[in-house]
């Protein structure tokens, strides 16, 4: 999420990635900010068991549409 948890930067333009690392650089606090959203959002929709349930609907699915 573009700000909150880290920057999206599109697709061939170096300079907006650039001006976001500049930003990150200068900044302690942004740094940690965003690094704390990025490792709580990860804590809590990423973990082993959410990925493999996530993972297990996906193949349900996909069997369901070849029947």
Avoid: I, K, W
Wanted: net charge positive.
């Amino acid at each position: 999420r573009h700000g909150v948890d880290g920057y999206v930067v599109p697709l061939n333009q170096p300079e907006a990635a650039a001006g976001h690392l500049t930003d990150l650089l200068r900044s302690p606090g942004l740094r940690a900010e965003l690094g704390a959203a990025a490792r709580r959002r990860v804590e809590e929709n990423f973990s082993l068991v959410q990925t493999a349930d996530r993972l297990l609907a996906s193949y349900a699915q996909m069997r369901e549409r070849c029947r």
